[in-house]
Nanobody
Framework: QVQLVESGGGLVQAGGSLRLSCATS????????MGWFRQAPRKEREFVAA????????AYADSAKGRFTISRDNAENTVTLQMNSLKLEDTAVYYC?????????????????WGQGTQVTVSS
């Protein structure tokens, strides 16, 4: 049973920063791909960023490029999303996702394991 637990969400003013973390546990195999998605009220869940085991060439949504940075610590089994220059439209529940595949897919259907989500609220 794979478990993903997010932390680090909260309330921040526009222009501020937040750092989300996702801790993984309960598996005997390697999670080759890990990523972040988000879901705003009345919207579909959307891709934010993803990273492979090697850590090279992570993928970002256009909305995240230049502002967000994804990283992972394989020894600690964690993935982190550093979010800078936050905007009102970044307000959403952020979900950690993981899978055994190597694909940095932006499709939610391509990811098997999900966390419960952490709320990020950006205020003006």
């Amino acid at each position: 049973q794979v478990q993903l637990v997010e932390s680090g969400g909260g309330l921040v003013q526009a222009g501020g920063s937040l750092r989300l973390s996702c801790a993984t546990s309960g598996r005997a195999f390697r999670l080759n791909s890990m990523g972040w998605f988000r879901q705003a009220p009345r919207k579909e869940r959307e891709f934010v960023a993803a990273i492979r085991w090697s850590g090279d060439r992570p993928a970002y949504a256009d909305s995240a490029k230049g502002r967000f940075t994804i990283s992972r610590d394989n020894a600690e089994n964690t993935v982190t999303l550093q979010m800078n220059s936050l905007k009102l439209e970044d307000t959403a529940v952020y979900y950690c996702a993981a899978d055994r595949h190597y694909s940095l897919s932006g499709r939610t259907d391509d990811w098997t394991y999900w966390g419960q989500g952490t709320q990020v609220t950006v205020s003006s």
